[in-house]
């Protein structure tokens, strides 16, 4: 027989077969089945989580946002500063050279007045606002033409308040209250004491 004559077209191979097999779907997707006792399941991401949760996220978020607000825009602070000034005779160099800057402390009569002594600042109700103290004392106005030098004695004080009174107090130990305006007290207060 000749090959020629037996001419039957070949056939391929095909690989048809999986398309017969369901295709899954990309759009669904099931988080993993735990294996097993002790194996734990990769927990689905944020985005995919209830969305009551990420709701209730996003209130508390906001709350805590606005409360920030809320206590931050009330009135800004307000610094009472000034000084107290306590007159030469009133008043005891500690260098023995009695020159502007030295240390200075209060003479007989005012040992109330000194490094810590309570400054008390008030609102114009009354109410307290805030509790400050002096600083140490400072020689200043040193004057020598009378043989024995003397200066005045100047005690500092600064103390931040919440803004917004109509008025200010202030009390240095047991001296007595002074009211100052808002003007006066961001001008600096100057109170003397003594001669």
Known sequence: MDEHENTQPQTWP????????PVPSAA??????????GSTATPPPLWRRRPVQLAAAAVVIAAGVGIYFAVGSGPAQVHVHGTLQLGALSAV???GTAANGDSCTAGQGYSDISAGTTVVVGGGNGQ???????SAG???NV?????????????????????????????ISHR??????????????QLTLGE
């Open 93 to 95: 160099d500690n260098t």
């Open 176 to 189: 007595g209250t002074q009211t100052f305006t808002p003007a006066q007290v961001a001008a600096g207060i």
């Open 138 to 140: 400072v020689e200043t």
């Open 128 to 134: 307290t606002l805030a509790v400050g103290a002096l």
């Open 28 to 37: 669904v997707s099931t988080p993993p089945e735990p294996q097993g006792p």
């Open 14 to 21: 095909t690989e048809t077969a999986h398309l017969s097999e």
């Open 143 to 171: 004057d020598n033409s009378l043989g024995t030098p003397l200066g005045d004695c100047v005690f500092s004080f600064d103390v931040a308040v919440p803004g917004g009174q109509s008025a200010y107090t202030v009390t």
